[in-house]
């Protein structure tokens, strides 16, 4: 069963009169129940933007975008998990407080426990607990900020750029939550990733945008290891330090 489709997604700015520019053209594809969908491509591709209008922080020219479950008091679906957790935490609020309010918003008749349960969950030191969002570590804040938005139980969460300025310790522990997120909450998650090699360990699916639309999209072993499109064949490349001088300056 589908979770999310998207059809013919169109996202269209105006940077000044009279001149029309697309971010998103004809976009569509679709994402199963319970599954992990990866989103490669370079910066400046549209999959940002593809995320904000799937989540509703942006309204798309044209298409649509269908969400198969419904609001928990009132609650959207979907959450997203931006790259900067700064729009998620407030640094001068406790980081219990934070969580305990998000989780009381869906009728939990014991915010506090479950807050207790996703702290432990996340692996945040309850030494932290009662810390301000300003106190904590680049990703002890990452970690506080999915804590907040699993509080309020989504059916599709999001994931912006997640393993951005990470090392690679860090990466494998973050897959290894994240994976372990999935099973727990039952969840679906979309990851957004310009390294299309930390998404072979985490998507089901992988779908690669270029200059605002896909390019390539199918199950995980068919992108990473027969990509069909030259674009994606350089992508792969470029993460395993294989480009030629050639390929160098194609991608570039």
């Known amino acids: 069963m589908n979770i999310l489709t998207v059809e013919n997604i169109r996202y269209t700015v105006y940077p000044s009169p009279g001149e029309a520019k697309d971010i998103l053209r004809n976009i569509s594809f679709n994402v199963n129940d319970k599954s992990i969908c990866g989103i490669s491509g370079e910066s400046g591709s549209g999959k940002t933007t593809l ?25 959207p679906p979907v959450q997203m998990l931006f790259q900067n957790t700064g729009d998620i935490l407030n640094p001068f609020r406790k980081i219990f407080d934070v ?12 915010p506090e426990s479950e807050t207790e349960k996703l702290l432990d969950m996340i692996k945040l030191s309850p030494k932290l607990w ?15 900020a999915l804590a907040r938005l699993l509080a309020v ?23 290894s939550l ?3 997120v999935k099973k727990q909450f ?9 390294n299309i090699r930390i998404l072979k360990n985490l998507a089901d699916k992988i779908i690669v945008m270029k200059d605002g639309g896909i390019v390539e999209s199918g199950d995980n ?3 990473l290891f027969n990509p069909k499109h030259s674009y994606t064949q350089l992508l792969i490349k470029a993460e ?10 194609s991608l570039l």
């Open 186 to 194: 039952d969840l679906t998650i979309m990851c957004i990733s310009h």
């Open 153 to 175: 139980k989504p059916k599709l969460l999001i994931l912006d750029e997640p393993f951005a300025a990470q090392d690679v310790e860090s990466q494998v522990n973050l897959i």
């Open 99 to 110: 969580i305990k309010e998000a989780a009381a918003l869906t009728g939990e008749p014991n």
């Open 178 to 180: 994240l994976t372990e």
């Open 51 to 75: 995320a904000k209008i799937i989540a509703g922080h942006l309204t798309p020219s044209s298409g649509t975008v269908n969400i198969n479950a419904a609001k928990r008091n009132n609650i």
């Open 130 to 144: 009662n810390n301000r969002g300003y106190q904590l570590s680049g990703g002890e804040q990452q970690r506080a």
């Open 221 to 223: 072993p068919e992108i």
């Open 240 to 249: 395993n330090y294989s480009l030629n001088d050639e390929e160098l300056k």
